[in-house]
């Protein structure tokens, strides 16, 4: 892990940013160097901004002619060695999915922003929503896993696109970055880190003739050449061998996937993030993510105000799921209370952490409006009402 | 010159072309082209999306990408501005470049990448079993035009042209000293280059039509190549008739040919 600052950038003064403009600011700071993208609101300001600040810091920015052509600049150009990103919205996620896929497929590290809007289609543009969070998980075809980081303020996007560079690094592998139109416009004051640790892709000492590219250290992830640097190998999204070359062979498909999956479940405790909130003596838990997490974070404070014992379960990382926390959680509480902006996306994998051993409780709406603290103190003192 | 093998992964052989597959011909006419200009190994980079042609980047030791169906050029773009110091090739064939990656070509044309694409046109889809293509002839058989196709099929290079390639050339499997002068001039050329390769597909448009095996339908191209003749779109299949004597076909040769700005992306000027 190396520490880098960026002069260019004024990061550790007090500043006025949207969450968009944090975005930018933490992936730059991480290291990236190469932005592809389509328009698509609430996301566009992450390209306006990335055209004005890469070049100044040898960075290289393309509109491309679509998304699914967007994504496949980010992996070519980070398989040209530069640590790249794009940014959409829900109809452009859905395009972008055949490269989530082949990016998981070929481990090429790559960062993807979807700045959530409403759904389904074409929907609620200019709306919050958190449709999207099981897209993000299995949008693709196929088995793979997926790291998806949810921040719920402007001052933890920044943070969170940081590490979502770093793992993406880490572990060869796509990261999702998911906030909503909330979070993506709103303006806050914010002072950010003057450094961030940063890492790079491993590199292969081997000789380059001896070079076999998918052959995984006991971590599970391969080193990673850039392309044109003396290394010569195949990448390709077939089933491949250590070679990297096509095969049909099932133990060699088998093991591939294997390893896919495994270099992520090995390593959560370097993944999985998530934040609690006066926990400690709760009946009651609230788990939200996103700014739906704000908004319970001030419910949670209003109810203890008026006598219930109600804390927050927050997680930061929403793929792969927390369930060892969530589990946890439920074994000290009464009850947890789901609240997310979609019809009950989460709340499934709530429940199957929980495994009978907590009631849960689901605030769920898709209406392209917030969810207020008002409305989820609301929904604590029903669920004390039940619980009692 | 070097033994074009030496650009080859020996180790990956056998390869999954078929018999009379004129795709091996093309990529040792690219090879040969690769060797005359002493471009550096390392320093090439074969982009290819989804079907026969684009198997062929498996089979040299460059630095190689096997991407998506069609999505190549795009790959290409963003490889390409990471690192202006690579040549970049993208090999792709007619379904991949012309149906699902349409798109993604004519963009590529239009900002004049300095790119090279070679498009292995055999007017069919080989790989997944005989399908009709953009580029299958009107009144051809296909798995999915059994009573011979309904559809007018494109003139790459004419769609090229306008997208703004920069340079643009049809050439012959069947003329392979053609192919590597071309295929040089493509690679040298400072911008998009296009160079369509009228391959052959024996094992499905060959056999479907009854036009013969690879050496058939290598010198049934050759005989129509004579200036402004051409490839495999032909008028008879319009009619189903038959005949020895070409109608004028496609031209071939270098078509277009211009100088203009060539795309680096957004960045700093003087920075590479």
Redesign the interface.
Known sequence: MTETRLPEIPLAQAQLIQGNEACVKGALAAGC??Y?GYPITPSSEIAEHM?RL???I?????Q???E???L???????????K?MTATSGPGFSLMQ??IG?AAMTEVPCVIVNVMRGGPSTGLPTSPSQGDVMQARWGTHGDHPIIVLAPSSVGEVFHVTVKAFNLAERFRTPVIVLYDEIIGHTRESVVLPATVDVIDREQPHDDPDDFWPMVAPPDGTPPLP?????????????AHDE?G??TNDAQVAEALVARLHRKIEAHLDEIVEVDTYMLDDADIAIFAYGIVGRSAREAVERARDAGIKVGLIRPVTLWPFPAREVAAVASRVDTILVAEMNLGQLIGEVERAVAGNAEVLGYLKADGEPITPTTLLEEILHAEKVRQ | MTDVKSYLREWAMPHVLCPGCAHGIVLRSFLTAVDQLQLDQDKIAMVAGIGCSSRLAGYVDFCTLHGTHGRAPAFATGLKLARPDLNVVVVTGDGDALAIGGNHLIHAARRNIDITVLLLNNSIYGMTGGQAAPTTPEGAIASTTPAGNTEPNFDACKLLIGAGASFVARVLAANPMDMTKVMADGLNHPGFSFIEVISDCPEYFGRYNKVGGGAEMLTWMSVRDEGVSGPLSDKRFVNHIPSSAPPPGLATGVLHNELRPVFSGVRKVGRS
């Open positions: 160097r190469f592809g055209v890469l070049p100044n040898g960075g290289v920015f393309v491309m002619e679509d699914i052509a967007s496949a600049s980010v992996v070519g150009a980070s398989l040209g060695g530069m790249s055949e490269h082949f850039a392309f044109g640097d003396g290394y010569r190998f195949h990448v390709t999204g077939l070679r070359f096509p």
